[in-house]
C-alpha cells in the first residue's frame, strides 16, 4: 500500500498600489486594484479553472475514493475570488461537493501573526474556519500555517483549537536521519499528527519541472512514478504540497505541466495498492512512528527553511514591528462599527509584503521576484509604511472618536 | 549691456537651485533693462517666455567645415581618462566614463551646417556633454553680440573660456556649487581642474554666499578682490499657499539631493532622537541620491520606517505641495553655497532651520541655525518648531520680513554693479 497526499495552497495577496506620501490622510485606498484583478483573472484563466477541471476529472475517473485532494484557500484568495472571479469560487465550490476534496484551515489573511501574537493568530484562525463554513459548508480539522510555519507552541495551540492534524516541511532540522515518508506527530502536543512535506518530490514538479538545466529534464509520468514506486516498501506515505499557482502560472501550460499531472495519476493509479488521500484519511490509516520538535520556527521557503526571507532584513523587521503595534489599538475597535479597519489590518498581514522586502536576490532571487510588484524591495517597504501611517492615523482617530 | 549667459538648468528642465537661481537672476538683470540671452544644452519648449533669450546649444549651427576650426580644442585642456561622477548621476548606480576626443554632429540642417547631441540630463555621459557644450557654444564668438560673458557653474566654464579666448570679451563665472562642496575632500580632479581653470581665466567671479566666496579664496587660491559675494533671492511666489487643515501629524521635511552634500543622514539621526518624544511627528525625506539606499536600510535599522516618508524625486508642483504639508524644514547641509529651497520654504510659509555650513544662513538672521553635525542640538530645535507655536509665529513673521528683501531686483543691481567694474 502507499498513500500519496496531496496539499495544493491557493493564496493572492491584495497587492498595495504605488501608495505615496502625498496620500497619507487624503487616500485609503490602499490597493492596486487593476493590478489585483488582472491577475487573480488571469490565474483563473490559466491555473485554478481548468486545474479544477482536471481534478473533478481525476476525482470521477478513479472511484470510489482513490484519487482525492487537500487544498487550502487563504481568505484574501477567497475575497478576490468573489470580488474579481466569481465563477472561480463556484469552480471550487463544485470541486469541493465532489466529495474528493479536504479543506485545511489557515490564517485568514495568509499572515504570519503566529510569530507575534497568539491572539491575533487565534482570531484569524476562527474567522477562516467561519468562512469555509459560510462558503463550502466545511469544518476544517486540518491545519497549515502561512508558509508552513511551524514551532511547537504552534502545535500547542493547534491542537488545543480542535484540530488533529497539521502541515509541516520535512526539513533535515525537523526530522535528522528520519524520512518525511510516515506519519509524526509533535513533542509539543501529542494528539497531534504532523504530516510533512516531501521537499525532494514536491519541489521536482513545483519548481524544477521544466528547468531545462536540470539534469532529470524532461520530467515525465512515466519517470516520476518510477521514481515513487523506487521507496522502500515500508516508506507508505509521500506528502506533496506546493502552490497551486503551479500548474499552469508557475509553470506554464506550453510545458505540459497538466498532461503530465493526468498521466502521472493515471499511472499511479494503475497500482492497485495506491490511493491519493488526504490529511484525514492519512490520520485514520496511519499510526504515528515518531515525535518532531521545533523550538524554533521553521518554514518551507529557501534553501535556509527559515523565516529570512520575510523577517531577515531590518526593513521587514520594522514593518513587520510597526504593524503589530497596532494591534492592540485595532482591538479596542468593534469589528461591526470599523468593518473598514478590520478588513485593512488583516490585508495589511498578509506576508507577501514582507516578502516584497527581502534583500535576498542572489541565492533564491528567482523566486522572490516572481508576481513582485516593486522593482526594489526599499520601494516595496517605503510603500508599505507609508500605507501603514495612513492606517495607524485612521485607527488613532477612531479611537479617539470612540473615547 | 548684452551679456550671453551660458547655464545648465532653466524652469521647467531642473534639478535643483541651479535653475531656480538662473532664471531668477535672468528675470532680474532683463528688469534692469540689461540684454540676456541664455544658452542651455537644450530646450524643453516650456520654459517660461519674456523678454530674454533662450537658446539651445543643440540648436548652434556648425559650419560643414567644422574640422578647421578645431583649433580651439588646442586651447582647451583636453582629458581623456575614466572617471566617475558620483554626485550628478541622476542614477544610484555609478558607471565609469571614457571621455573621447572629437564630438561627432549629429544631425544635418537644410543650409548644410551641423549641430550636435544634448540630452540636457546629469546622466553617465555628462562629462562628454559638457565638452560638446563649450564646444558648439564656442561657434558663438562669430555670431552673436555681446558685451560680457557670464557662465554658471563648471558645467559651462569651458564654453566661457572658448568665447573669451576668441572673442576677447570679458568672462564671469557665477559659482553656485564647487566641487568641494559636493564632495567634500575629495574632489573629483577633472571637475575641480575645470574650475579652478575657471576661476583663473575669469575677469570676475561671483560667489552666491560669502561661505562660497571664502572656499573660492582658499581652496583654489583666487585673490579675494576678485570674488564678489552675491546673495540669491526668491521670486515671489505664484500661487498662495493653501490653508492648512488642523492636522495631529506634524510634518518635519528634508527636502534635497540625498547626497554627501545634502547630509541626510543629520536628518535621520535628529529624527532617531525626537521620535520616541514627540509621537505626532513625522520625517519626509524628499530627492534621490547615491545614499538613498543607506539611508532607508538606516531608517529600517532604527525601526523608524512607520515614521518616515520617502518620495523619490519631486518636480516643482510637488515641491509646493510638499511645503504646504510641511511643519517645519530642515536643511543639514554638511556644505551648502546657498540653499535657495529653504527660502522657497519660508516663501510657501514653513519655519526653516537651516546648518552654519551653508550661505543662506547669512541672509536668514533669525531662522535658527544649528552646526550640521550637532545632530543634539537639531533635534532640539525641531522639538521647539514643533512645540511651541510662539516660536514658530516669531520665526515666520521675522522671516518674512527678510525675505522680503531679498529680491532678485536687488541681487541683479549688484550683478551690474559688479559688470561695471569691468570697464567695458
Redesign the interface.
Known amino acids: 500500500m502507499r498513500h500519496i497526499c496531496l496539499y495544493f495552497q491557493v493564496h493572492q495577496p491584495f497587492r498595495l498600489r504605488i501608495y505615496r506620501f502625498f496620500d497619507i490622510e487624503e487616500s485609503h485606498d490602499y490597493y492596486h486594484e487593476l493590478n489585483n484583478r488582472v491577475l487573480m483573472q488571469r490565474i483563473a484563466r490559466k491555473c485554478y479553472l481548468p486545474m479544477n477541471t482536471l481534478l473533478k476529472k481525476l476525482i470521477t475517473k478513479h472511484t470510489p475514493k482513490r484519487f482525492s485532494v487537500a487544498f487550502s484557500i487563504s481568505g484574501m484568495a477567497l475575497e478576490q475570488m468573489q470580488l474579481y472571479a466569481p465563477e472561480v469560487l463556484e469552480s471550487f465550490q463544485d470541486l469541493h461537493a465532489t466529495g474528493g476534496v479536504e479543506l485545511i484551515g489557515e490564517t485568514y489573511a495568509h499572515s504570519l501573526a503566529s510569530l507575534k501574537s497568539e491572539a491575533e493568530f487565534r482570531r484569524q484562525v476562527a474567522l477562516h474556519t467561519e468562512t469555509l463554513k459560510k462558503l463550502f459548508s466545511a469544518q476544517p480539522t486540518t491545519f497549515r500555517n502561512t508558509e508552513l510555519v511551524f514551532f511547537d507552541k504552534l502545535a500547542q495551540w493547534v491542537s488545543d483549537m480542535g484540530y488533529t492534524a497539521i502541515l509541516a516541511e520535512g526539513t533535515d532540522t525537523l526530522l535528522g536521519w528520519r524520512s518525511p515518508n510516515y506519519l509524526y506527530t509533535s513533542t509539543a502536543a501529542p494528539k497531534l499528527r504532523v504530516l510533512l512535506r516531501n521537499y525532494q518530490f514536491s519541489d521536482d514538479i513545483a519548481f524544477r519541472f521544466s528547468n531545462q538545466a536540470w539534469p532529470e529534464w524532461p520530467l515525465t509520468a512515466d519517470k516520476f512514478a518510477v521514481w515513487l514506486n523506487q521507496l522502500p516498501e515500508n516508506e507508505i506515505l509521500v506528502n506533496l504540497f506546493m502552490d497551486y499557482e503551479t500548474f499552469g502560472e508557475h509553470q506554464w501550460p506550453e510545458t505540459g505541466i497538466f498532461e503530465f499531472f493526468e498521466a502521472w495519476v493515471d499511472k499511479m493509479l494503475q497500482n492497485r495498492d495506491v490511493r491519493y488521500v488526504t490529511p484525514q484519511v492519512v490520520m485514520a490509516d496511519h499510526e504515528p512512528v515518531g515525535e518532531v520538535e521545533a523550538p524554533k520556527p521553521l518554514s518551507w521557503a529557501d534553501s535556509e527553511r527559515d523565516l529570512t526571507a520575510w523577517l531577515g532584513n531590518d526593513m521587514q523587521q520594522d514593518a513587520f514591528e510597526s504593524l503589530y503595534a497596532l494591534e492592540p489599538l485595532i482591538q479596542k475597535l468593534p469589528i461591526q462599527k470599523y468593518p473598514d479597519l478590520h478588513r485593512d489590518w488583516l490585508r495589511l498581514q498578509t506576508s507577501d509584503h514582507f516578502y516584497y522586502m527581502c534583500t535576498k536576490f542572489f541565492s533564491d532571487g528567482d523566486v522572490h521576484k516572481y508576481f513582485n510588484p516593486y522593482d526594489n524591495p526599499y520601494e516595496a517597504y517605503v510603500t508599505y509604511m507609508n500605507v501603514l501611517s495612513d492606517f495607524r492615523q485612521r485607527v488613532e482617530t477612531a479611537l479617539t472618536k470612540a473615547e | 549691456m548684452k551679456v550671453l549667459m551660458l547655464g545648465w538648468e532653466f524652469p521647467p528642465r531642473i534639478a535643483g537651485g541651479l535653475g531656480v537661481a538662473c532664471y531668477g537672476l535672468v528675470k532680474g538683470l532683463t528688469h534692469h533693462g540689461i540684454n540676456v540671452t541664455f544658452v542651455m544644452p537644450l530646450r524643453s519648449g516650456q520654459e517660461p517666455t519674456n523678454t530674454y533669450r533662450l537658446l539651445g546649444a543643440n540648436e548652434i549651427d556648425i559650419p560643414a567645415d567644422y574640422t578647421r576650426t578645431t583649433t580651439f580644442w588646442k586651447q582647451v585642456r583636453f582629458y581623456g581618462v575614466e572617471t566617475y561622477l558620483g554626485p550628478y548621476l541622476e542614477q544610484l548606480e555609478r558607471p565609469t566614463l571614457t571621455f573621447h576626443a572629437a564630438p561627432e554632429p549629429v544631425s544635418e540642417t537644410t543650409s548644410g551646417t551641423l549641430r550636435l547631441f544634448f540630452s540636457g540630463k546629469y546622466g553617465k555621459d555628462l562629462l562628454e556633454e559638457v565638452y560638446r557644450y563649450a564646444y558648439a557654444v564656442s561657434f558663438l564668438a562669430q555670431k552673436e553680440e555681446f558685451d560680457i560673458i557670464h557662465a554658471h557653474d563648471w558645467l559651462t566654464y569651458l564654453g566661457g573660456i572658448a568665447l573669451k579666448r576668441l572673442t576677447g570679451k570679458p568672462l564671469v563665472v557665477h559659482i553656485h556649487a564647487t566641487e568641494y562642496d559636493r564632495s567634500g575632500e575629495n574632489p573629483n580632479p577633472i571637475i575641480r581642474d575645470i574650475e579652478a581653470q575657471g576661476f583663473a581665466e575669469a575677469d570676475l567671479i561671483i560667489a552666491v554666499s560669502f561661505y562660497t566666496r571664502a572656499i573660492v579664496v582658499e581652496k583654489y587660491g583666487i585673490p579675494p578682490e576678485k570674488v564678489w559675494a552675491i546673495h540669491n533671492a526668491v521670486l515671489p511666489k505664484d500661487r498662495q499657499p493653501i490653508t492648512r487643515p488642523r492636522?495631529?501629524?506634524k510634518v518635519v521635511t528634508f527636502l534635497g539631493r540625498v547626497t554627501y552634500q545634502k547630509g541626510p543622514e543629520y536628518f535621520v539621526e535628529a529624527a532617531a532622537r525626537l521620535a520616541p518624544k514627540v509621537p505626532e511627528a513625522?520625517f519626509?525625506v524628499?530627492g534621490t541620491g547615491d545614499k538613498?539606499?543607506a539611508i532607508?536600510?538606516r531608517?529600517?535599522?532604527l525601526?523608524?520606517?512607520?515614521?518616515?516618508?520617502?518620495?523619490g524625486f519631486l518636480p516643482p508642483t510637488?515641491v509646493e505641495?510638499?511645503f504646504d504639508?510641511s511643519d517645519v524644514y530642515v536643511m543639514p547641509s554638511v556644505s551648502e553655497p546657498f540653499g535657495i529651497s529653504a527660502l522657497e520654504a519660508l516663501r510657501a510659509g514653513v519655519p526653516v532651520i537651516v546648518s552654519k555650513q551653508s550661505g543662506v544662513a547669512e541672509v536668514l538672521r533669525y531662522a535658527p541655525k544649528v552646526d550640521f553635525w550637532d545632530v543634539d542640538r537639531l533635534a532640539d530645535l525641531i522639538y521647539g518648531v514643533i512645540k511651541y507655536p510662539a516660536i514658530t509665529s516669531f520665526f515666520r513673521k521675522f522671516a518674512q520680513d527678510e525675505l522680503a528683501q531679498l529680491q532678485w531686483e536687488k541681487s541683479s543691481n549688484r550683478v551690474i554693479e559688479a559688470y561695471k567694474t569691468l570697464h567695458l
Open positions: 492636522r495631529r501629524r513625522h519626509v524628499a538613498l539606499r532607508i536600510q531608517v529600517a535599522e525601526r523608524l520606517g512607520s515614521r518616515f516618508s520617502f518620495t510637488e505641495n510638499l504639508l
